[in-house]
Each structure stands twice: as structure tokens, then as C-alpha cells.
């Protein structure tokens, strides 16, 4: 990266000097630095990318193409290049001398490769007919696409300059074709972001290594309010399928959303309040799918419906989602790993499926709006319900024999573990209203208003087909108000400005409580929690620059309305005095257009976060997620946890021209009081049927880890590369490629690693599309995690194919009717893929191959 920055800034000091030959040295050596970063690490797929030279530079124009011939025998694959200007082709070694063993790829890797080097070759060839006319020259250079949408404000009514910062969005077909069952998932490929996966039924986005309490889920407005941050196997209440668009907000406009959107946001728009007329009378979606292959065999069944009745907006939408037990390419339990932890290897396991880990979600809601030209108001209800499995530590009682093979295919008669149910209710209850501003600097308000009523209970089942017996219940009641003004009151300084600010009040009843020893007595005390957050966003446009600038202020008091749980062996019980914290946020973010082609972003922030209910109260054994937790107020002489202090900046580097468009952000985040989890390295193991702490246990279904929450400084540091190529012609439609990396690096004092942090990750992504016919192709090579952190267990690297297949039926495009057809396949090599960020990794890994059929009708 630092390469490619310096290249990019000497091309911009000396371009007056021999300017088109600078211009062809500093794109070679973009392609030395990135690509022969990138793409070796993917080792099989080199043969698919070398571009090749022009033999002279022309704006990025390829002039003239090298003919490259590719010949496969059984010991290598060999590159011969012919009929080039050796001056043009100053790397000529790098390429001639490449040579890949053929044994070293799969023999299915190796049909794909062919095709995918079928499909570039003929890509760049077909680029080199069209670059030899000047009028297809200036219509592709004026209709060249991106692959994704750079947004330009976090709503509706936004602000109208880009943002700095590397925000994206998910909508329309694209969204369609990237949805998954979670928000995790649906998120999981893009640039910087991963999945948290527990089991099928959950899934959370975890961005620059960054989750839970530091990443902001709003719907619609306003905080998601479930308990998905207060434990990894808590899946959101958000629903993706029903949205109209999800967006990944970073930088200075976090402080719109909260304190605690460190990381970074993830906003979901469901679109139900309308705030303006579409003029349709009637419009409705309704969408099926079924999964073909994979003996999870889930189904979903998706509608939503919109009236206008003149100034009146009548919606309604909903969604079924059913799901069997998981199938996997192997064994579910890593015995190894289990040994490693516990010191137990008596496990029994099973093979090709994952028990418990079938899922039913279903949810609808209403919504009723009034529009007038400058003013709306509407109300919504949503009623969600999601029932899933946590898939099971271990089987329970199934005595070993000598011999006894640790592997059982499903249907063996073997006892299992008591199995976890967790059902989660959400209900949600909005008001919104907003309009125009006849003042002079005030464009715009909003108000929202929003009350939430969220239950979840962990069920325990005995055994197959028993009674269930309810456990821990959560309980997360909420009210919060937000009030927005657009302004653009500094409009008298010589730049551009448009701003927002506003106000926000949160008012939360939290709790969790038992009946039984599933999730111990009371894991979270009855907790309230108040908090107060005013905020300011503003942008200055300037002629080759712009200026983002953010602040928070938040008042957070946290008051403890009961004792905890007894802390064994003490029995201690622990009642506090009521917490306040104030917070404060700054950023900001500077970008600068170096010339047409260039632009660097900078980044600077400093955020602080109070700490959350249950990092200070948890305290007892949580079976859902095999853990002992003890919160930082937890013990006699435990001093009140300061916030957490982030200060940290980010670089970003933006290169267009007619070879696509690049982006690579470099970035490095210093925090103080960092609170995470860490596993005790002396008795970290709790034994729940003696309630005793041991250094090892006798049964696994009777032992889980012991996690400590505790505060230390850490440094995040990391880079996220993208380069989309420009489209080209072929076969009648549109042909991009586009590749991309990121990687995070968590670290504690004394070079330690901080646990569950994404490995690097690089890939391919190719798009061929027509008037009708959609399609993609993905390929992902993940590095093995070899630095997991204390007492934490090391994953394997894996390859990820995924793929894609949509047609349209145009019925009436003028009224945006029609039926979509589209094909989705996921892990196609049927990887075995075990994820650094999931707690239940030794337990389970991720789905096997899937592909399923799903039809969207429009009208």
C-alpha cells in the first residue's frame, strides 16, 4: 500500500516531466505492487489476470494487446508472450518467468481457471476492437460503471455532496441477489466487512474486525434494540429480506447514529413510512425461493404491498423463513480443538449434519402515511418472531469403547446434548414525521419516534422431542426519540455547506433473567438506562476539496435496580451505585482532488464509548454460548470501568481513469480501555453440574469456558484494496472484473492478539450482465488465523466460491413490472470453512454447498 501512495504522489510532483511515460511507469508499478500483493496469495488464479501492456500510453487506453498463449501440460502451466515491444513490456520477466504446478490445484479450481482465463482473454480482446474506434472510446468512457454505489447521505432528505469515507449501499437487484438470511451474511463479501456467524440462525457484521457493541444496527431510523450485541449467539431482530436498501456508513457521519458506532453503522431502510408519492395507485413484490442443494432445504416466502390513496400511503409487508438442520461437508466438532481447550476427548460427532440448527423467522408489518408536497407524517407496528437451534457443544453420556470411532453420520442412535431453543420476539412501534423549512439556513426537520418491545427466551429440551423447559429470558423495553434539523447556516464563507444536527433520548429497561440453571440465576440484573446525545454533521465544498466535520456529546446514567447473582465460591452479590458516563466524539475528514484521476481522503477521529449493561453486570453461566461470564463491576475492590478512548486515522487513495477505479484505504486505531472478553488462563473452566471453577472437566456437556470482561489498550491497523476494471463489451452484454483484499490486525500490550479478529481475505469478483440476464462470479481466498489469541483456537484458511444467475422478464419496464428468475450458489467447493470471529467455531464450522432457485414478481 505504501508503494502504491508514493507512486501515486510522484506521479503528481513530476507530471510535467515526461508526463505519458511517468504515467505508464507509475501504472506498472500499481500493477507490480497490487497485483503481485493480491493475486499470489491466490496462487491458481494468477494465470487469469496478467493485463497486458499497450505500446504506448494513451490516457489508460489499451492501443495495441500482447497475444499471450497459454499452454496446460500435466508439470506446469507455461506463458509465452509473443509480439510485444520489449520497451513496453518492462515486467517481462515477471510474467515469462511464472509457472504453477498443476498439482497443486484442485481438479476443480483447474476447470474454472480455463474458464475464467477463457473469459478475460476474450474480454481484453474484445476491449482492443472497441478501442479502435474514437466514438466507442468516448461512449464507454461516458457510461463506465461501478460496481458499487458511493452514497451520498446516510437518508432520504440527505445532504447532497458525496461523503469522504467509504460508505456503500446494497439495493435493488443487487440486494435481491446478495440477501442471505442474515444481516451478517448479506454483508459478508463486501470490502472490510465479515459475518459473525452461530450457526445458521445467526449472523452479524463485523467491520475493520469491530462488532457487537461497536457497531451501530439501525432500522429505519433508529436503533435495532434486540440483544444482539449483548451476546454472539443473539441473532438481530433486522430483517434483510423485506429491506429496500442496506448501507455501511463510516466515517465523520456516524455521529448521526450514536457513540457507539466506532466501527462504523449499518443502516437498514425498510422504507415503510412513505415520505413522498411514487404516483402508483398499486404496487406489490412477491418473492419465493427454495434451497436445491444442501439438506438444510430452507424456504422463504417474501410480499410487500403499496397503495396510494391521493395523499394517502397504505403498506403492508412480510416474509416466512423455514430452515431444517445444516448440512456440512464433514465432521461438525473439531475433536483436536475441543482436546486443546477443555482437555477432553471423549467427544462424540457427528457428520455431513448439524443438529439443532433448523430456523423459523416470519414478520409482518403495517404502515399508514400522509404526504403533502412539503410535509408527511406516518406511523408504523412491525411484529417479528425468529426460532432457532444453537448447535450442540457436544453428544451427552455416549461412552467411548476402545476403537470407538468419534464420527457418527445422522440417524445413530446416540444420546444427544440438551438441546438450545431460543425464541425472540421483537415489536416495533414508529412514528415519523418531517417537512420543509420556509427559514432562511433551515432546509429541513425530522422527528422519529420509536418504542420497542423486545423478549427472547433460551429454551432448554431434555431431550428429542421433549417438553421444553424455558431458561434465561432477555428483556430489552426502549423508547427513543430523534429529532433532526438540515441546515445550511454557514453558507456566508466561501465554500459550499450543507449540515445536520439534532438531538437524541434513549429511555431502556434492561434484564435477564431464569428459572432454571440453563443461563444461571439473573445473568444480567434489572438494569435502567437513560442517555441524552445531541450531534452536528457538517460538509464544506470547496473547489478541489471537501470538508466533513462531526461531533457528539453524549450523558449516559446506568442504575442497577437489583443484586446480581451470587459469585462463586463467595456467594457474593454485588448492587451498585448508579453509573454516569459522559461521552464525546470527534471527526474528521478531508479530501483532496489531486488532479482528475486522484483524490487522497484523511480521516481523523477520536471517539469515546461507555460501557454497556451486561459488560458491567453479566455475571453466571450462558450455556447458549458455552460460557462462564463475569462482568467488569463483578468482585469486591473492581474500580468503576472507564469509557472506552478511540483515536485513530485512516488514509484513502482514489484512482479513476479508463483502467476502472481503484481504491485502497489504510488505516490505524489506537483504544484505551478496550473492553472485550478474555478466557481465564488458571481455573477457566466451569463445571456446571458441581457449580465449581476447574482447570479441567470430566464431562464436556457439563464444562464451559470461563470468560473474564476486562479493559486494556489495544491497536486496530489495517488496509482495505479494491479495483474494479472498466466494462467491456462481450457477447452482447457487459463484462467487469474487479478484485479486492482487506485485512485487520487486533493487538494487546506485549504484542498479545486480540481474540476473534477476521484473517486477510483476497479475491476475484467477475459480472457479466445484458438488458436481461445478470450474473456474477466470486472467489475468496481467507488466510488460516494463526494469531487468535491467548487460550484461543487457531482456524484454517479456506476458498469460498460463490455464484450467482438472475434473468428478468421485462413485462412493462415503463411501470417497473417484472419477474425475476435467479440462481444463487454459495460454498460451491464445499469448503470446510471455520470463521476466527465465531465463538462455537470447534463446535461447528459453516454451511456446505448451497444452491437454491427463488422467483421475484413486481407489478
Known amino acids: 500500500m505504501l508503494c502504491l501512495m508514493i507512486l501515486s504522489l510522484l506521479t503528481q510532483v513530476v507530471q510535467t516531466i515526461n508526463y505519458h511515460q511517468l504515467q505508464l511507469h507509475f501504472l506498472q508499478g500499481v500493477l507490480v505492487c497490487q497485483l503481485a500483493q493480491t493475486l499470489a496469495s491466490l496462487k491458481m488464479l494468477m494465470p487469469l489476470l496478467m493485463l497486458v501492456y499497450s505500446e504506448h500510453f494513451n490516457y489508460g487506453m489499451f492501443n495495441k494487446f500482447i497475444i499471450m498463449k497459454i499452454t496446460h501440460s500435466e508439470k506446469n502451466t507455461i506463458f509465452n508472450k509473443t509480439d510485444y515491444p520489449r520497451s513496453t513490456f518492462i515486467q517481462s520477466t515477471f510474467i515469462s518467468s511464472i509457472s504453477i504446478s498443476s498439482a497443486s490445484i484442485k481438479s476443480t479450481l483447474g476447470s474454472i481457471s480455463i474458464l475464467f482465463c477463457l473469459l478475460l482473454c476474450s474480454s481484453f480482446y474484445a476491449h482492443k476492437v472497441l478501442a479502435e474506434s474514437a466514438a466507442d472510446t468516448a461512449s464507454k468512457t461516458a457510461t463506465q460503471k461501478v460496481i458499487k454505489e458511493v452514497i451520498v447521505e446516510a437518508n432520504k432528505n440527505a445532504i447532497a455532496t458525496e461523503f469522504g469515507l467509504s460508505t456503500f449501499e446494497l439495493s435493488g437487484d443487487e440486494l435481491t441477489t446478495k440477501m442471505g438470511a442474515t444481516l451478517g451474511e448479506t454483508l459478508a463479501n463486501e470490502p472490510g466487512v465479515h459475518n459473525a456467524s452461530y450457526g445458521p440462525g445467526v449472523g452479524l457484521p463485523v467491520l475493520r474486525g469491530l462488532s457487537g457493541v461497536r457497531i451501530r444496527l439501525s432500522e429505519d431510523g433508529i436503533g435495532a434494540w434486540d440483544a444482539s450485541s449483548i451476546s454472539p449467539d443473539h441473532a438481530t431482530a433486522i430483517e434483510p429480506a423485506i429491506a429496500e436498501s442496506i448501507r455501511v456508513i463510516k466515517g465523520p457521519a456516524t455521529v448521526l447514529h450514536g457513540n457507539n458506532a466506532i466501527g462504523g453503522t449499518v443502516e437498514v431502510n425498510h422504507g415503510r413510512i412513505a415520505e413522498s408519492l411514487n404516483n402508483e395507485a398499486f404496487s406489490s413484490i412477491i418473492e419465493t425461493s427454495k434451497e436445491l442443494v444442501n439438506t438444510h432445504a430452507r424456504e422463504s416466502y417474501i410480499g410487500k404491498t403499496r397503495a396510494e390513496f391521493g395523499k394517502v400511503v397504505f403498506q403492508f409487508d412480510g416474509f416466512i423463513r423455514t430452515a431444517d438442520d445444516m448440512s456440512i461437508p464433514g465432521v461438525a466438532i473439531q475433536e483436536q480443538a475441543i482436546e486443546e481447550v477443555f482437555g477432553i476427548s471423549n467427544s462424540d460427532n457427528t457428520f455431513a449434519t448439524v443438529l439443532n440448527t433448523d430456523a423459523k423467522s416470519e414478520a409482518a408489518s403495517l404502515a399508514l402515511s400522509y404526504v403533502e408536497d412539503t ?252 460460557s462462564y461470564d463475569i462482568g467488569l463491576l463483578i468482585g469486591a475492590n473492581n474500580p468503576t470501568p472507564e469509557p472506552e478512548k478511540f483515536n485513530g486515522f485512516e488514509t484513502r487513495w482514489e484512482w479513476r481513469s479508463d483502467f476502472g477505479e481503484m481504491n485502497t484505504a489504510v488505516f ?192
Open 375 to 626: 410535509f408527511f407524517i406516518g406511523v408504523s407496528s412491525t411484529a417479528i418472531n425468529k426460532q432457532y437451534g444453537i448447535p450442540p457443544g457436544a453428544h451427552t453420556e455416549a461412552a467411548d469403547s476402545p476403537g470407538h470411532s468419534h464420527s457418527h453420520p445422522v440417524g445413530d442412535n446416540i444420546a444427544i446434548q440438551p438441546r438450545i431453543r431460543i425464541n425472540l420476539e421483537q415489536e416495533r412501534h414508529l412514528l415519523k414525521l418531517g417537512g420543509q423549512l420556509n427559514i432562511k439556513g433551515l432546509e429541513s426537520y425530522r422527528l422519529t419516534v420509536g418504542a420497542i418491545e423486545y423478549t427472547h427466551i433460551e429454551k432448554e429440551n431434555p431431550t428429542p422431542g421433549s417438553t421444553a423447559i424455558n431458561g434465561t429470558r432477555f428483556y430489552n423495553d426502549v423508547v427513543e426519540v430523534k429529532s433532526e434539523i438540515d441546515h445550511s447556516l454557514f453558507n456566508f464563507t466561501s465554500a459550499e455547506h450543507n449540515g445536520r444536527m439534532g438531538m437524541q433520548w434513549v429511555n431502556r429497561k434492561f434484564m435477564a433473567e431464569s428459572e432454571m440453571e440453563i443461563g444461571g440465576e439473573d445473568f444480567i440484573p434489572k438494569t435502567d438506562q437513560q442517555s441524552f446525545g445531541v450531534f452536528s454533521y457538517e460538509q464544506f465544498v470547496l473547489n478541489r476539496a471537501s470538508i466533513e466535520l462531526g461531533a457528539r456529546y453524549e450523558w449516559q446514567k446506568l442504575s442497577q435496580r437489583q443484586a446480581t447473582a451470587a459469585l462463586l465460591p463467595s456467594n457474593l452479590r454485588f448492587i451498585h451505585k448508579p453509573l454516569t458516563y459522559q461521552t464525546y466524539t470527534l471527526s474528521s475528514a478531508f479530501t483532496f482532488d489531486v488532479s482528475n484521476e486522484h483524490s487522497l481522503i484523511l480521516n481523523i477521529n477520536s471517539v469515546q464509548r461507555a460501557p454497556e449493561i451486561q459488560e458491567l453486570l453479566s455475571l453466571g453461566s450462558h450455556l447458549a454460548t458455552r
Open 668 to 859: 490505524y486505531t489506537e483504544a484505551k480501555d478496550f473492553i472485550y472478553q478474555k478466557k481465564r488462563d488458571i481455573n477457566g473452566l466451569f463445571d456446571i453440574a458441581d457449580q465449581q471453577f476447574r482447570n479441567a472437566c470430566v464431562r464436556l456437556e457439563e464444562c464451559i469456558a470461563v470468560f473474564d470482561y476486562t479493559q486494556d489498550n489495544v491497536t486496530l491497523s489495517g488496509y482495505e484494496w479494491q479495483w474494479a476494471l472498466p466494462p467491456v463489451a462481450f457477447l452482447g452484454g457487459d463484462f467487469q472484473v474487479e478484485l479486492f483484499a482487506d485485512y485487520v490486525r487486533g493487538k494487546l500490550p506485549n504484542n498479545k492478539n486480540l481474540p476473534r479478529i477476521p484473517p486477510r481475505r483476497q479475491g476475484i469478483i467477475l459480472n457479466w450482465n445484458n438488458n436481461n440476464i445478470s450474473s456474477e462470479i466470486s472467489y475468496s481466498y481467507v488466510s488460516k488465523q494463526d494469531q487468535a489469541g491467548d487460550n484461543e483456537t487457531k482456524t484454517a484458511a479456506y476458498k469460498l466460491l460463490n455464484a450467482n444467475l438472475n434473468y428478468t422478464f421485462h413485462i412493462d419496464e415503463a411501470n417497473h413490472k417484472d419477474i425475476m428468475v435467479f440462481l444463487k450458489m454459495k460454498n460451491l467447493l464445499n469448503e470446510d470453512i471455520r470463521k476466527s470471529t465465531s465463538f462455537l467455531r470447534n463446535f461447528t464450522p459453516e454451511p456446505g454447498r448451497e444452491i437454491s432457485l427463488a422467483m421475484r414478481f413486481q407489478f
